[in-house]
């Protein structure tokens, strides 16, 4: 995860221009921007007087402000519970799963919040038994006996130990600039008042040994990201970033890399009972909402109420909290208890932004995407932020078996694409000309975050649910379609860019406008 210094948190009471803040969902036609024409696509189903049906999405992830101001009208509550009164009035072995369910806490409401990433967990279950037991002639017998897997042990506690090294070394470093920022500002905040900030009042400033570090950090802020805003704002928002910063290299030191860890006693299941499925707790929010709170603004924030952004799919469409995914790598029981759970409740699409280079339980995931392509859904997955090829480099969970199969159809994977035509894949975006079906906008992506705030983030993880938002879009303003046409219509109106032709099955961006249209062809079909 890379981290940069851009100024793109903002409060609740601030306006926010849609026009210039939310480019994803611009036209192309209008533009030359690859958008999604969501605008577009409203205006095209009112003209066609479609009225939209009721319809749920499930977001998989790390948990949901489901009382943000922004999304709380839009969140599914459950018909057949009672809230708070302890009980599993709808007998889903669930006790007053309101909101939906979390999968990675406990029955005491305990919670987890880090955990390791699966290839520590592998790296201790399988290769640290073979070769670093106290017996050494055992160790050394087991290197002669399983030569490909003590390569694989070498590789892996190599990767480790860099990793390791590397977040200690940046967290120095984001602690250090922390400190910058905490000694220099307090000048310029004093020299600048409360004025905004102009090219002008700028230019009158002289920079001081004590402000050096701090205004070369605010020469990095594109201007149109500082300008009209106080020294005070900047400090605070900076301020904010960075202290995400620390909390990511300090989480990869504490959870993510140490191979002592182990926080899975908080849920308190047979964690080898892969059939198990009545653990968790209803504490869909968890202790970091940051994520999912994101994704879920992104599919479905409440359209016309003047308060931050309008969701693509609009109010008809409501969001399923499953909490999934802890700070660090998922598990593939709770996946796939996810996955079941959302189907089981009505579910229609359920977005997964999430996914890791390990799956020691994949055919356990693989069961349950099974099980939900045959209950009539559509699963909208993220293609993962390491700018790999998943044809060959796998991130799970993968649509393809161990033969190269696909595992089922009715399932898009996403990469995530630039504002700036020119360059439209996000650097940071896997691609695969058999494994990403489409692309959407993933960069510079406004959406809800947790304390009714509302935040810009990037990654692929943002470009799954503006699929999935899509998708709703016209799933539930054309019901009668199956799964399998919804994801056909998405598909089939791409807008194609050659720059994305040999890196995906369809070579383009997602288009809202012209899947609606597309949509309403194939129902007069029908």
């Known amino acids: 995860m890379t981290f940069f210094l851009s100024l793109s948190i903002f409060s609740q009471d601030s306006v926010l221009l849609r026009t210039e803040k939310v480019w994803y969902n611009s036209s ?47 969140m599914w509550v459950n018909p057949k519970e009672i809230p708070g009164n302890g009980k599993d009035d709808d007998k889903n072995a669930y006790v007053d799963d309101v909101y939906g369910w979390n999968f990675i806490g406990g029955k005491d409401g ?27 002639a055992k160790n050394i017998e087991n290197q002669n006996k399983y030569p490909e897997k003590y390569d694989e042990y070498l590789e892996l506690k190599s990767k480790i130990a860099k990793k390791q090294n590397e977040a200690k070394a940046n967290l120095v470093q984001y602690n250090s600039l922390l400190e910058q920022i905490n000694n220099g500002f307090k000048p310029l905040i004093e020299f600048f008042g409360d004025q905004p900030i102009t090219e002008e009042n700028l230019s009158k400033y002289e920079p001081t040994e004590e402000t050096m570090g701090a205004m070369m950090m605010f020469g990095m802020i594109p201007q149109e990201e500082w300008k009209g805003k106080t020294m005070q704002e900047i400090n605070d928002e900076l301020t904010e970033q960075l202290n995400d910063a620390v909390s990511y290299f300090n989480g990869q030191i504490e959870y993510h ?49 003047e308060k931050g952004i309008d969701g693509i799919a609009g109010n008809s469409v409501k969001i399923m909290a499953v909490r999934t995914v802890p700070n ?42 099974r099980y939900a392509e045959k209950k009539g859904a559509l699963l909208v997955k993220a293609a993962g932020n390491d700018n790999l090829n998943i044809d060959n480099d796998i991130h799970y969970p993968t649509n393809f078996d161990d033969e190269g199969n696909k595992v089922i159809e009715s399932l898009l994977t996403v990469g995530a694409s630039n504002p700036e035509p020119e360059n439209l894949k996000a650097s940071f975006s896997n691609f695969g000309i058999k494994s990403v079906d489409v692309f959407a906008p993933g960069n510079k992506i406004l959406s809800t975050a947790p304390h009714d705030k509302f935040r810009e983030l990037q990654g692929t993880s943002m470009a799954s649910p503006i699929v999935a938002g899509v998708a709703a879009l016209v799933w539930s303003h054309y019901p009668k379609l199956s799964a399998l046409e919804v994801k056909e219509v998405i598909m089939n109106s791409v807008n194609v860019n050659p720059q994305l032709e040999n890196i995906s099955v369809t070579g383009g961006v997602i288009d809202a406008y012209k899947a609606v249209q597309l949509a309403e062809e194939l129902y007069k079909k029908k």
């Open 28 to 74: 192309f036609e209008d533009t030359g921007i690859y958008g999604v024409n969501t605008e577009k696509a409203w205006q095209f189903l009112k003209e066609q007087k479609r009225k939209p049906t009721d319809l749920i999405v499930a977001v998989l992830d790390g948990g949901i402000q489901a009382d943000h101001i922004d999304l709380k009208a839009n």
């Open 110 to 136: 305990k919670n987890v919040d880090g955990d390791t990433l699966e290839s520590v967990r592998v790296f201790k279950s399988v290769y640290v038994p073979l070769f670093e037991s106290t017996d050494e």
């Open 328 to 369: 660090g790598d998922e598990r593939d029981k709770d996946v796939a208890n996810s996955i079941r759970y959302a189907v089981d409740n009505g579910a229609k699409i359920l977005n997964m932004s999430f996914g890791k280079d390990y799956s020691p339980d994949k055919e356990v995931v693989w069961e349950a995407m």
């Open 257 to 305: 890399y140490n191979l002592e860890f182990e926080p899975r006693f908080i849920v308190g299941d047979d964690y080898d009972n892969k059939k198990e499925k009545d653990y968790g707790n209803n504490d869909v929010e968890g202790p970091d909402a940051l994520h999912g709170t994101h994704v879920a603004g992104l599919v479905s924030a409440v359209r016309g109420n």
